[in-house]
């Protein structure tokens, strides 16, 4: 019986639909009474036949080309209501519904949502205009369907006047969850945006982002492309081409599940507001309508594979919209996810680490290049965009990295063969000091010590080489602020102190030996030891103090080397530094003047010529150290300083003290009072002989001394020496009557 029912709604809708309506019952697919009239909106036809004149009439034209997927479903709907009618479900409530194809069709939809809006129990079908409907009673309470988006979109539209419930089981249009736009339109299954997500998330799985997009030419394919694009764009898959069809040729093999729609039907036959609370369970699974109208379902991932020649649908997984997964159930399934890995959907290999996407010139971002990282970047992921850059203040990554390294930290180290070298030669230094200090102490008494400023000056002068030696240990191993401090100003004093003292014994030479009365006079004025040498030094003081409080040197970390963090002491103001070098370059020229001037001396009283030698030394040595000082970087930067101070340091302890000790060691005989008097009295009467005081001669006096000294030994020898130094003093005071009176009579003392 219920199959003669069914061939009997078959013929009728069949004939119902392949002729033009001639009263709105005719446009009826299936109906029947209620208390409670549902309609219904399904695509049985899939096509409306075009009109065979133009300009067309305003009628509903025919249908052609019958859906047996969209006929079922409009059974299930028939039998679902049905089912409830002869239930306790809805006692003493009669469902009724009216059910009108569409075929796929918005002109037909239309017509038949107007009709669903026409008043209720009515002689007439008309559809009253008001500005509140809350009072008005349609012809039917709810409407199912339709299938297509596009259809959805246009009925919703018409019943939103109503708020009127619209329920539809296939309609899956992003734009349909908008609220604002669609107020009473739910649905029973999942948006497109969770579909497209759900593709997008496979597609990724798989290591693909090289595809293809085929869709219909309506409002369904062309959101659902729109959607799809941008998530495939922000997932970095490519499209690589996209086909429109048109809407009647898409697929129609979907297949359809009776139950499910038995669970829509029966949720419909509530009001708006009871539908978007209500919650039912099928199978231990609970579903319910979101705030957009949206159903919690999910969607099944489904393999089609040939097997034996013959197509096969295999349900792989299930999709979970709330977690964005893909639920697996069997081992099977998931060697089948595995295989989609294997093949080949890339448009270019994909990036090692250590390399970057570089774009080529076709328009898509999925066709590529790979080049590597460049210095100081890295990326430890495939296919990166763009590589990060190493924080260039603590690491550092070569070509083609895959992480950043630490940059090494770097000094003038102790181990450092340049170092070790010139801390030897700072100890040898030390060494030469100890030395001429232990010969100049043991040769206290002798004319060479004491014409150098007695011991005491001596040690002045040899104390101050070896700080300068000292100092150099201060630029070496890793730096502190202390050391920086105390290195260049340990330098600038003991340096400063070295040459005042030599300024002062230049002065001494230049005083004991200047046959001018007006330079002499002026030296007398200025020749003051001690004062000279405090307030050469103390000035000296005063900008190394300036310096410290002001602009104090201090340990840095220089970073601008790509691959190292050189430790080093910054000297907090170029422009101190720049004036305790200036300074001792002053004091040196002037020594540097006047030694010049007294450079010929006796042979034995020469040390105004060393002097000379000394200061060239370093002149030459800290000129040179101005460019390469400005022009190198690293850690041997400081060595640059300690050869120049070793250079300098040498230069002046040679020209002044090795010359003395020769004298001391290799020709003691020269070393004596009589040598000495004999050498300053010769260079002493040639001086006079100049001024016209040449015809004394002391040639007799000093033959007798030599003689003398010869013969003697002892008590006798000492006795001897004092009677020469007699001789001498008178023959000068001879010598000092016949000259006019401006021949200075404190030169002797001095000498």
Same mark, same amino acid.
């Given at each position: 019986?219920?199959?003669?029912?069914?061939?009997?709604?078959?013929?009728?809708?069949?004939?119902?639909?392949?002729?033009?309506?001639?009263?709105?019952?005719?446009?009826?697919?299936?109906?029947?009474?209620?208390?409670?009239? /549902?309609?219904?909106?399904?695509?049985?036809?899939?096509?409306?036949?075009?009109?065979?004149?133009?300009?067309?009439?305003?009628?509903?034209?025919?249908?052609?080309?019958?859906?047996?997927?969209?006929?079922?479903?409009?059974?299930?709907?028939?039998?679902?209501?049905?089912?409830?009618?002869?239930? +306790?479900?809805?006692?003493?409530?009669?469902?009724?519904?009216?059910?009108? $194809?569409?075929?796929?069709?918005?002109?037909?939809?239309?017509?038949?949502?107007?009709?669903?809006?026409?008043?209720?129990?009515?002689?007439?079908?008309?559809?009253?205009?008001?500005?509140?409907?809350?009072?008005?009673?349609?012809?039917?309470?709810?409407?199912?369907?339709?299938?297509?988006?596009? !259809?959805?979109?246009?009925?919703?539209?018409?019943?939103?006047?109503?708020?009127?419930?619209?329920?539809?089981?296939?309609?899956?249009?992003?734009?349909?969850?908008?609220?604002?736009?669609?107020?009473?339109?739910?649905?029973?299954?999942?948006?497109?945006?969770?579909?497209?997500?759900?593709?997008?998330?496979? !597609?990724?799985?798989?290591?693909?982002?090289?595809?293809?997009? /085929? +869709?219909?030419?309506?409002? #369904?394919?062309?959101?659902?492309?729109?959607?799809?694009? *941008?998530? &495939?764009?922000?997932?970095?898959?490519?499209?690589?081409?996209?086909?429109?069809?048109?809407?009647?040729?898409? $697929?129609?093999?979907?297949?359809?599940?009776?139950?499910?729609?038995?669970?829509? /039907?029966?949720?419909?036959?509530?009001?708006?507001?009871?539908?978007?609370?209500?919650?039912?369970?099928?199978?231990?699974?609970?579903?319910?309508?979101?705030?957009?109208?949206?159903?919690?379902?999910?969607?099944?991932?489904?393999?089609?594979?040939? !097997?034996?020649?013959?197509?096969?649908?295999?349900?792989?997984?299930?999709?979970?919209?709330?977690?964005?997964?893909?639920?697996?159930?069997?081992?099977?399934?998931?060697?089948?996810?595995?295989?989609?890995?294997? !093949?080949?959907?890339?448009?270019?290999?994909?990036?090692?680490?250590?390399?970057?996407?570089?774009?080529?010139?076709?328009?898509?971002?999925?066709?590529?290049?790979?080049?590597?990282?460049?210095?100081?970047?890295?990326?430890?992921? &495939?296919?990166?965009?763009?590589?990060?850059?190493?924080?260039?203040?603590?690491?550092?990554?070569?070509?083609?990295?895959?992480?950043?390294?630490?940059?090494?930290?770097?000094?003038?180290?102790?181990?450092?063969?340049?170092?070790?070298?010139?801390?030897?030669?700072?100890?040898?230094?030390?060494?030469?000091?100890?030395?001429?200090?232990?010969?100049?102490?043991?040769?206290?008494? &002798?004319?060479?010590?004491?014409?150098?400023?007695?011991?005491?000056?001596? #040690?002045?002068?040899?104390?101050?080489?070896?700080?300068?030696?000292?100092?150099?240990?201060?630029?070496?191993?890793?730096?502190?602020?202390? +050391?920086?401090?105390?290195?260049? &100003?340990?330098?600038?004093?003991?340096?400063?102190?070295?040459?005042?003292?030599?300024?002062?014994?230049?002065?001494?030479?230049?005083?004991?030996?200047?046959? $001018?009365?007006?330079?002499?006079?002026?030296?007398?004025?200025?020749?003051?030891?001690?004062?000279?040498?405090?307030?050469? +030094?103390?000035?000296?003081?005063?900008?190394?103090?300036?310096?410290? /409080?002001?602009?104090?040197?201090?340990?840095?970390?220089?970073?601008?080397?790509?691959?190292?963090?050189?430790?080093?002491?910054?000297?907090?103001?170029?422009?101190?530094?720049?004036?305790?070098?200036?300074?001792?370059?002053?004091?040196?020229? *002037?020594?540097?003047?006047?030694?010049?001037?007294?450079?010929?001396?006796?042979?034995?009283?020469?040390?105004?010529?060393?002097?000379?030698?000394?200061?060239?030394?370093?002149?030459?040595?800290? *000129?040179?150290?101005?460019?390469?000082?400005?022009?190198?970087?690293?850690?041997?930067?400081?060595?640059?300083?300690? *050869?120049?101070?070793?250079?300098?340091?040498?230069?002046?302890?040679?020209?002044?003290?090795?010359?003395?000790?020769?004298?001391?060691?290799?020709?003691?005989?020269?070393?004596?009072?009589?040598?000495?008097?004999?050498?300053?009295?010769?260079?002493?009467?040639?001086?006079?002989?100049?001024?016209?005081?040449?015809?004394?001669?002391?040639?007799?006096?000093?033959?007798?001394?030599?003689?003398?000294?010869?013969?003697?030994?002892?008590?006798?020898?000492?006795?001897?020496?004092?009677?020469?130094?007699?001789?001498?003093?008178?023959?000068?005071?001879?010598?000092?009557?016949?000259?006019?009176?401006?021949?200075?009579?404190?030169?002797?003392?001095?000498?």
């Amino acid at each position: 019986m219920a199959l003669l029912i069914i061939l009997i709604s078959c013929l009728v809708i069949i004939l119902a639909t392949s002729q033009p309506c001639q009263t709105p019952d005719d446009f009826v697919a299936a109906s029947s009474p209620g208390h409670i009239m /549902i309609g219904g909106l399904f695509a049985i036809h899939e096509k409306m036949l075009s009109p065979e004149e133009y300009p067309r009439r305003p009628e509903i034209q025919r249908c052609a080309g019958f859906e047996i997927s969209s006929f079922l479903q409009t059974l299930a709907m028939i039998h679902s209501i049905e089912m409830i009618n002869n239930s +306790t479900l809805l006692s003493g409530v009669k469902l009724g519904y009216e059910i009108y $194809d569409t075929c796929t069709e918005v002109t037909v939809a239309m017509a038949a949502a107007l009709r669903f809006l026409a008043k209720f129990n009515c002689s007439r079908e008309i559809v009253e205009l008001k500005c509140d409907y809350s009072s008005y009673t349609p012809r039917v309470k709810a409407v199912i369907g339709a299938g297509y988006s596009e !259809i959805s979109m246009a009925v919703s539209r018409i019943l939103n006047l109503q708020l009127m419930p619209q329920v539809s089981y296939e309609s899956t249009a992003e734009i349909l969850s908008d609220k604002i736009r669609f107020p009473s339109f739910l649905r029973t299954v999942p948006s497109d945006f969770y579909q497209t997500k759900a593709m997008v998330h496979l !597609i990724q799985k798989a290591g693909w982002n090289w595809i293809g997009i /085929i +869709t219909t030419d309506d409002d #369904y394919g062309r959101f659902a492309l729109n959607a799809f694009a *941008i998530q &495939t764009a922000a997932n970095n898959v490519c499209i690589a081409f996209k086909e429109v069809l048109p809407a009647f040729l898409s $697929d129609n093999t979907i297949e359809v599940r009776i139950n499910q729609t038995l669970e829509k /039907i029966i949720a419909e036959a509530h009001l708006l507001n009871v539908l978007k609370n209500v919650t039912f369970t099928d199978r231990g699974n609970s579903f319910h309508f979101d705030a957009h109208g949206d159903m919690n379902t999910g969607y099944d991932v489904v393999l089609w594979k040939e !097997i034996n020649g013959h197509m096969n649908i295999i349900k792989m997984a299930q999709y979970d919209l709330k977690n964005d997964v893909f639920i697996i159930t069997d081992q099977e399934t998931k060697n089948e996810f595995r295989d989609l890995k294997q !093949i080949q959907s890339k448009c270019s290999k994909e990036c090692s680490p250590g390399q970057m996407k570089k774009t080529t010139k076709s328009q898509h971002t999925c066709c590529y290049e790979c080049v590597s990282c460049p210095e100081n970047h890295y990326s430890n992921q &495939t296919d990166t965009d763009r590589c990060l850059l190493c924080n260039n203040e603590t690491h550092w990554a070569p070509v083609r990295s895959t992480k950043c390294l630490e940059k090494e930290v770097e000094y003038l180290n102790w181990n450092d063969p340049l170092a070790f070298l010139l801390l030897a030669l700072s100890l040898l230094g030390i060494m030469f000091v100890l030395v001429i200090g232990i010969i100049f102490t043991r040769n206290l008494n &002798t004319p060479v010590v004491k014409s150098s400023g007695g011991l005491v000056f001596c #040690y002045v002068i040899l104390l101050c080489h070896f700080l300068n030696f000292a100092s150099t240990g201060l630029f070496v191993g890793e730096p502190q602020d202390v +050391t920086c401090k105390t290195r260049q &100003t340990l330098f600038g004093v003991s340096f400063t102190l070295c040459v005042s003292c030599i300024l002062t014994k230049s002065l001494k030479i230049l005083l004991a030996f200047s046959f $001018d009365p007006k330079l002499q006079n002026f030296l007398k004025c200025f020749y003051k030891p001690i004062p000279i040498i405090f307030t050469c +030094t103390g000035i000296q003081v005063v900008i190394c103090t300036l310096w410290l /409080i002001f602009a104090a040197p201090a340990m840095e970390e220089n970073i601008s080397l790509p691959r190292v963090i050189i430790l080093q002491c910054e000297e907090g103001s170029i422009l101190a530094f720049g004036t305790m070098l200036g300074y001792i370059a002053i004091l040196a020229f *002037i020594c540097f003047i006047f030694a010049f001037k007294g450079r010929k001396l006796p042979e034995n009283y020469n040390e105004a010529k060393f002097i000379t030698f000394g200061m060239l030394i370093y002149f030459i040595a800290w *000129i040179t150290f101005i460019p390469i000082y400005a022009t190198t970087a690293g850690k041997y930067l400081p060595a640059v300083e300690i *050869i120049v101070i070793l250079i300098s340091n040498y230069g002046i302890l040679c020209c002044t003290f090795f010359p003395k000790c020769y004298v001391i060691l290799r020709k003691k005989e020269t070393n004596t009072k009589s040598a000495f008097l004999k050498t300053i009295y010769s260079y002493s009467s040639r001086s006079a002989g100049s001024l016209g005081m040449g015809h004394v001669s002391l040639d007799s006096t000093v033959s007798n001394m030599t003689v003398t000294n010869s013969s003697f030994d002892g008590k006798s020898a000492a006795w001897q020496r004092s009677k020469e130094l007699q001789a001498f003093k008178h023959v000068c005071k001879e010598n000092a009557a016949s000259v006019s009176t401006t021949w200075p009579r404190k030169r002797l003392a001095s000498i």
